[in-house]
């Protein structure tokens, strides 16, 4: 219940007011919620931490917890998740991995716009503006359609 809890006070913050220690607190919960077995849960409140890396700088500590999370989730290096939490977190020390990554799906886009979102995002924060305009191009279309209006204006500014 806390786990729970904690993520969705968590989705309704963007992280820039907040305390920067909530990031190391985030990923205590996604560590514990992951023991549960629940993974899919882990992942969105890693996403969240994540994200806060952008607005505030939680230190290297919270950064490691966090990376450390999401090399025990059982997901494969090429989730799209993983990929841009490993984005957010770590751009200079893993963005070589997350190119690569990011090189491979660029194949795949334009089947799930929540996909294309994530790694358009990650493009951004490694720097692959190219790439990040192009998953961002894959997702409008369907942000559009699905009515996701708040998200919609996130990936055109990237085109």
Known sequence: ???????LLSEFEDGVREDPARV???AG????VAADGQHDAA????WSAAMRCFWTEPGPQARQALLDVADLLPVPDDDPRIV????????FER?????????????RTGADPEVDR???SAALQVGAFDLAARFSAAAA?????QGRLGLLPRALAVL
């Open 1 to 7: 219940r806390r786990a729970t809890a904690s993520r």
């Open 24 to 26: 190391a607190e985030l």
């Open 29 to 32: 919960v996604a560590r514990s």
């Open 43 to 46: 992942m969105r409140i890693l």
């Open 84 to 91: 841009a939490v490993t984005a957010y977190v770590a751009p």
């Open 95 to 107: 963005g070589e991995a997350v190119l690569k990554h990011l090189r491979a799906l660029a194949a």
């Open 118 to 120: 994530y790694l358009g």
């Open 141 to 145: 279309p369907g942000l559009r359609a």
